[in-house]
């Protein structure tokens, strides 16, 4: 396996036509075992879930099927869309805000099998987080070696959120189409990047973001090339777009404004590109008055955020993978709206973990001691951390 050191200039490969192939059957056996430690830290984190929901008197399963966005994507695939929740004060939630890929994919499950909505959610996000983690995997051995693979796919299933990605909510969805696009652009696999980005699109709002990194990988390329390029890399660059603009558009028809009927409807939910305005203020809220501990966690995560960016960037990582870290981060630190779900928007960031992977294998090779710690305490903040927020906090995710 042909391994890319961090240091080296953001590049996009073509895929090799030439040479000996590469074996697969030790690629896969070692993708195995990075999904079978992804597979167990999740494991635990249920069970910690499903002990803190038991002792609580609830039940685990239908805080994992039916919370919060789930209810939402299950109504919009048992009934279509046109649902709209009216408060007092004259705000109007419109299901219009949720993109049809998940919904459609719960309806097709439960269409097809004698699985009932909350079961049908959960097994399509268990299923996506699973496709994720090898994405993830197969990233982190292209840019670096097995065991950065292994380390980013642990840390991704460990984050003090990754509770979401046990529960019914489209975030594994994104990533795993997010992943295998941004190692499809990596290996020059045009048409396929071009195609995941547009299911990407239809997954979730911020999913233009995996657009967003294959039309800068597709220019970069261009440039590089001087124009010299196949039409595969036209093609997949025109497709990586589509699903979301099509969402968009058809919101946007459904409204009577064509370009800005969807972003009126995210605008009465409460959420829209102001810069970081309304976060900044509720920062100040907490830093002076201090909230419930789902915020000041919140702040925090981000925070990191925005620091292990701008590590990744000093490692010079590929241009693809510094667009989509980027733009997933501005989502969540320019936007207003629900100030306590920005790190469950930084969930598919998963670039933003090289650095730490990277870090991680290193410890791991000079002090496996050093690295179980850190592993450790790692899950113990994820699994508490997640029954507290589904469980207790009763907040949206």
């Known amino acids: 396996m042909t391994h890319v050191s961090t240091l080296a200039p953001p590049t996009v490969t073509e895929p090799a036509t030439e040479g000996p192939a590469r074996p697969r059957a030790p690629l896969v056996a070692a993708m195995g075992v990075a999904l079978g430690l992804f597979a167990t830290a999740r494991l635990l984190g249920v069970t910690a879930l499903a002990m803190a929901a038991w002792a609580t008197g609830r039940h685990p399963v239908a805080l994992l099927g039916q919370s919060w966005d789930s209810e939402w994507y299950l109504r919009i695939a048992a009934d279509g869309y046109g649902h709209t929740v009216h408060f007092r004060d004259a705000v109007a939630y419109s299901d219009l805000a949720f993109f049809p890929l998940y919904p459609g994919l719960i309806r097709a499950v439960t269409e097809l099998t004698p699985i009932d909505g909350p079961g049908a959610g959960l097994l399509i996000s268990w299923t996506a987080a699973a ?30 959120h990754s509770v979401v990605l046990s529960m019914a909510y489209t975030e594994p969805v994104l990533t795993a189409f997010a992943a295998w696009s941004l190692y499809a652009v990596l290996s020059g696999r045009w048409l396929w990047a071009g195609a995941l980005a547009a299911g990407a699109g239809l997954a979730r709002p911020n999913g233009f973001a995996v657009a967003a990194a294959v039309l800068a990988g597709a220019a970069y390329e261009v440039w590089r090339r001087r124009g010299k390029v196949s039409h595969r890399l036209w093609t997949g660059a025109a497709l990586a777009p589509a699903g979301w603009g099509a969402y968009v558009l058809w919101v946007g028809h459904r409204k009577g404004d064509l370009l800005g009927g969807y972003f009126e409807v995210q605008r009465l939910w409460g959420s829209r590109f102001d810069f970081g305005y309304e976060s900044l203020r509720f920062i100040k809220h907490l830093l002076l008055r201090g909230d419930l501990l789902v915020f000041p966690m919140a702040m925090v995560i981000v925070a990191a955020g925005m620091l292990l960016y701008g590590l990744l960037v000093a490692d010079r990582a590929p241009l693809p993978l ?60 994820s699994f508490a951390y997640g029954a507290y927020l589904v469980v207790i906090a009763h907040k949206p995710l």
């Not at 496709?131 to 003090?160: E, F, K, N, Q, S």
């Not at 960031?349 to 592993?375: D, E, I, S």
């Open 322 to 381: 510094l667009v989509y870290a980027g733009a997933l981060l501005l989502i969540a630190v320019g936007g207003s709206g629900f100030f306590e779900s920005k790190p469950r928007f930084l969930l598919p960031a998963f670039p933003l973990l090289l650095p730490l992977a990277v870090a991680l294998a290193r410890t791991a090779k000079a002090r496996p001691r050093h690295a179980t710690l850190v592993v450790g305490a790692l899950a113990g903040l």
């Open 131 to 160: 496709v994720a983690a090898c994405g993830l995997y197969a990233i982190g051995v292209r840019l670096h070696d097995h065991a950065v693979g292994t380390a980013l796919v642990l840390l991704w299933g460990l984050l003090p």
